[in-house]
């Protein structure tokens, strides 16, 4: 692979084609049959799939970049013993080599970038049959921002000449744009998305006071900022610290880059360095433009920002 790409391209490249890898584990994982679950905390699962797609995302990318921070959900994937070469992704996408990389990129070096990895977004739904919901996220991050971003969802499914082929992925990089999906405008009308497994009171607060027209319930950050992207929901609205910032650097990156926005609560952006801390305390507000986020930020009352700052 020639060394004149920028490494920032060549990440986001490896990137691509191991998030269809680990796509095809958590497929195979699920047809095996064996899930293998972990309770992690309450409501908060761990399955083999999670495990082996960590796996071999994070010593697919460190083998070929050493000196990129990498920091995966799973804290104890099962390291004993050499992972299945078969697993091993050293391919990058061609696709994404050929990218023109923004100038402010260019000269990124492999210890400037960290990676937050969620192998498997959406466990509880996957374990509950509602594999649409369930993602692989990658997110790339320079300077505490996310500037790319993997979003593969292993279960969507396409007709190519009249055969069905299972997994779709989308991609982001700032000031170049999105790929992998046909972006839409967002419905006529308020449609709201959120959490459909870790609901609370005041998660329910802050839905009330959108005046939506239907409230969306699914698994998932990085499917719901598709639904986003995709024109089936107007604003992801979560008023609870459950996320954190391996849920959102990788939809935040590829929503940023086309045109929208995601924030806590507040309205402040999340810090993707490597020393921030993990959850994503104050919640998640994410919208297709900034005035509809700006509308959604207006209408949270101030009693339960002061409620969501006071976890900080
Ligand atoms: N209360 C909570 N406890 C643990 N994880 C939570 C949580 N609220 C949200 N999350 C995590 O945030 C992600 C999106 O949540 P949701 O689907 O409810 O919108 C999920 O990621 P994972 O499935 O990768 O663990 C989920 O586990
Ligand atoms: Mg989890
Ligand atoms: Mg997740
Ligand atoms: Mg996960």
């Excluded at 509880?124 to 996220?137: A, D, I, M, N, P």
């Excluded at 396409?158 to 055969?163: A, F, Q, V, Y």
């Excluded at 992207?229 to 609870?240: K, M, N, P």
């Excluded at 209408?299 to 976890?311: C, F, G, H, T, Y």
Aim: net charge negative; aromatic share 6%; charged share 25%.
């Amino acid at each position: 692979m020639s060394t004149t790409i920028p490494v920032i391209v060549r990440v986001l490249a490896s990137s691509v084609s191991v998030a269809g890898k680990a796509g095809k584990i958590v497929r195979d994982v699920m047809s095996k049959g064996e899930l293998g679950i972990v309770e992690k905390g309450k409501d908060d699962y761990q399955t083999e799939a999670d495990r082996s797609a960590q796996r071999c995302i994070i010593e697919s990318l460190s083998a070929q970049y050493p000196k990129v921070n990498i920091i995966g959900e799973e804290d104890n994937p099962d390291t004993e013993g050499d992972i299945s070469s078969e697993w091993l992704a050293v391919d990058a996408d061609k696709e994404i080599l050929s990218i023109e990389c923004p100038s402010f990129l260019k000269s990124v070096k492999e210890e400037d970038i960290v990676i937050w990895v969620d192998p498997l977004d959406g466990t509880s739904e996957y374990t509950q049959g509602f594999l649409e919901h369930v993602t692989v996220l990658i997110g790339i991050s320079v300077n505490e921002k996310p500037v790319a971003g993997v979003i593969h969802q292993p279960y969507f499914k396409t007709l190519i000449d009249g055969e069905k082929k299972l997994g779709r992925t989308i991609w982001g990089l700032q000031e170049v744009g999105v790929g992998g999906f046909t972006a839409a405008p967002p419905p006529d009308s308020l449609v709201i998305t959120t959490t459909r497994s870790h609901s609370n009171p005041i998660v329910e607060k802050a839905l009330q006071v959108m005046n939506a027209s239907q409230i969306l319930r699914v698994g998932g950050a990085g499917y719901k900022v598709l639904q986003l992207l995709e024109g089936v929901a107007s604003i992801y609205v979560f008023a609870s610290p459950g996320c954190k910032k391996w849920d959102t650097c990788a939809p935040e990156a590829v929503l940023n880059a086309a045109g929208g926005k995601l924030t806590d609560i507040l309205g402040n952006y999340y810090k993707y360095g490597a020393s921030e801390g993990k959850p994503n305390k104050t919640g998640v507000l994410a919208a297709v433009n900034g005035e509809l986020h700006n509308y959604a930020l207006t209408r949270i009352p101030q009693e339960l920002k002061d409620k969501l700052a006071s976890n900080k």
